[in-house]
Nanobody, 124 residues
């Protein structure tokens, strides 16, 4: 089993930055690809970014490419999402996710494990 706890959300002005963290527990986490999703009010949950279990491959949604960066720290069992140049449309609840099969499943919107989410609000 893997438990995921997100932190780092908050209120920020458009153009600003935030860094989300996802602390993981469970021995299998190192064998998981991990990623971030978001869900805005009235919209479906959407894929944001993913990183492979070895950290060598990353994937991003077109809407966040060149603004967001996903990374992972194996020593701290933590995954990060650095968000720069934030826009009002980035406002959403952000969820951390992990999958035993790999990043392709995350890109497709599926995951074995989910966190509870952290709110990000960008004011325009």
């Amino acid at each position: 089993q893997v438990q995921l706890v997100e932190s780092g959300g908050g209120l920020v002005q458009a153009g600003g930055s935030l860094r989300l963290s996802c602390a993981a527990s469970g021995r299998t986490f190192r064998n998981c690809a991990t990623g971030w999703f978001r869900q805005a009010p009235g919209k479906e949950r959407e894929f944001v970014a993913a990183i492979s279990r070895r950290g060598s491959i990353t994937n991003y949604a077109d809407s966040v490419k060149d603004r967001f960066t996903i990374s992972r720290d194996y020593g701290k069992n933590t995954v990060y999402l650095q968000m720069n140049s934030l826009k009002a449309e980035d406002t959403a609840v952000y969820y951390c996710a992990a999958d035993m099969i790999g990043g392709s499943r995350l890109v497709g919107g599926h995951a074995d494990y989910w966190g509870q989410g952290t709110q990000v609000t960008v004011s325009s």
